[in-house]
């Protein structure tokens, strides 16, 4: 057989590929600007949580269901770095969000590597997906507000997200949401957190994308001077290029993220609160966010209390 490189001196098309990818490799890491596969968090150094064996909960339809199937359904981001975001090369999905899933999954006696499976689910679709039974729960930076009550259930909440800014590393102007006057502040088009800067900073100059990567591409292209959105998502970014980007200020709005669930189905919702706050004193909830968000730097904070009233 012949040798390697004998095989590639008579596959010109080969070797030009090689080189290809070296150069774009060197470049920006075969990848755009705003969301390369650089840094985030590795399959490897993820924690593993505990499974609850003799786990039982036959008050809940939803986890009845979920047993007989074999498995749980849930429903998550897939675009979203450091908190839920799918590999299209393996169809693995990583970050906070995920991590929350899977440790509430151990709890409830499924086994996260073997027994669960992630689907994407748009934001518009989440409610719908819950009520149809497309997915037994839903972890994807889901605001717990009145509207949605009305329709889904809520465990939680796991995190307290606040809109923030993300600027370059370099920047020193910057510093929080008192500091934008006359600079270019980027968010999605139609988003809540680009409504605010327009109604509450009007002297930022608000920038509007179609995403949060295009925005992110044009940050660091220097097109605009600071993202803002949650500051979750923000971290996410960050924490793929934590030597490029950094998240800076206060938050300057809340957002309680919560576990979308059925209506109505009260026994789950008071399980996973239960499993959130054994997390939480076991170390898990503190080890999931070390895998992933405090990769940008930012440690771990002090995670909420969970709200009882949501299942009572």
């Not at 450091?82 to 393996?90: I, L, R, S, V």
């Not at 997915?135 to 889901?142: A, C, F, L, R």
Request: one cysteine or more; charged letters at 25%.
């Amino acid at each position: 057989m012949p040798s390697k490189r004998n095989r590639l001196r008579n596959k010109p098309a080969a070797r030009a590929a090689v080189a290809l990818c070296a150069l774009a490799l060197l470049a920006a890491g075969c990848g755009r600007a705003g969301s390369p596969p650089a840094v985030g968090p590795q399959p490897g150094k993820l924690p593993r949580y505990a499974v609850d064996q003799g786990f039982r909960l036959p008050d809940s339809a939803t986890w009845k269901r979920a047993k007989a199937r074999g498995h749980l359904v849930v429903g998550s981001k897939e675009d979203q770095p450091g908190m839920g975001e799918m590999n299209p090369a393996t169809g693995r999905y990583s970050g906070f969000d995920v991590e929350i899933a899977k440790m509430i999954a151990a709890s409830l006696g499924f086994d996260p590597r073997t027994q669960v499976t992630f689907k994407a689910i748009a934001s518009a679709n989440r409610e719908t997906a819950l009520q149809n039974g497309q997915i037994d729960y839903y972890v994807g930076t889901y605001t717990i507000n009145d509207g949605r009550k009305k329709l889904v259930g809520f465990a939680g909440p796991y995190s307290i997200a606040g809109q923030r800014l993300l600027v370059r590393r370099d920047e020193k102007d910057i510093t929080g949401p008192d500091t934008m006057s006359g600079r270019k502040i980027c968010s999605a088009v139609g988003s809540t957190p680009y409504q605010r800067i327009t109604e509450d900073y009007p002297k930022a100059v608000a920038v509007a994308y179609d995403s949060y990567a295009i925005c992110v591409d044009n940050l660091l292209n220097k097109q605009v001077d600071a993202v803002t959105t949650d500051d979750t998502i923000l971290l996410g970014y960050a924490a793929k290029k934590p030597r490029d980007m950094r998240v800076v200020g206060p938050q300057f709005s809340k957002e309680p993220y919560g576990i979308g669930l059925p209506k109505g189905d009260k026994a789950l919702g008071r399980a996973m609160n239960a499993a959130l706050t054994a997390r939480e004193k076991n170390g898990d909830w503190k080890r999931a966010y070390d895998a992933t968000l405090a990769l940008s730097g930012v440690p771990a904070p002090r995670p909420p209390a969970v709200d009882r009233s949501l299942t009572s």
